[in-house]
């Protein structure tokens, strides 16, 4: 789907507006609205964000090497012990035996850990409904569409080679004077 898209005139100042950056701007909105979404539902749970961030990514992953989990999440190995640990206190997650590497460590959802990631989603599920109740279903497929693309490409960004491609930037180095 290839969607042309035109500057619009039309903010306080008659300034114009970028509909895709008006769009970019939303986007970066939900993902703060769903980091304050994903923070109460873990208060009502009684555990971290990192610990839920962590319990979704075994949900949707299934078990991994706690090596794999750090990476996924970003944190080092030493982080990663300690969210194990409260994770395994709080009777969400186990940690197993890899049974295709002795010496390895597999981290598994417990019934509870499950029970806990299915709730948030429900939770999450709901408002989504509930947001788009009244939208016609061919918006909603487009809408899917649109960010079942997004996603990839945002998989995607982890990749040097797609990011020279695309012309990303690289950070700005901030340097102590």
């Known amino acids: 789907m290839n969607m042309a898209l035109t500057v619009v005139v039309g903010d306080d100042e008659g300034a114009p507006i970028n509909p895709v ?57 030493g982080t990663m012990t300690a969210l194990l640990d409260r994770g395994e206190k709080a009777g969400l997650l186990r940690r197993e035996r890899n049974p295709e590497d002795r010496r390895g460590l597999l981290i598994h959802l417990t019934p509870a850990g499950l029970q806990s990631v299915q709730w948030v989603y429900e939770q999450f599920d709901a408002v989504v409904c509930q947001t788009l109740i009244n939208v016609p279903a061919p918006s909603v497929d487009v809408l899917r569409s649109l960010l079942e693309q997004l996603n990839e490409t945002l998989s995607c960004v982890a990749d040097d080679d797609y990011n020279a491609s695309a012309g990303l930037q690289q950070p700005l180095q901030l340097h102590e004077a």
């Open 21 to 77: 950056e008006e769009l970019a701007g939303e986007l970066r909105r939900l993902i703060i609205c769903g980091e304050q979404f994903r923070n109460l539902r873990a208060k009502e749970l009684q555990v971290g964000s990192s610990d839920l961030v962590a319990l979704g990514h075994l949900h949707n992953g299934g078990p991994m090497a706690p090596k794999e989990l750090s990476a996924l999440m970003g944190v080092s190995s």
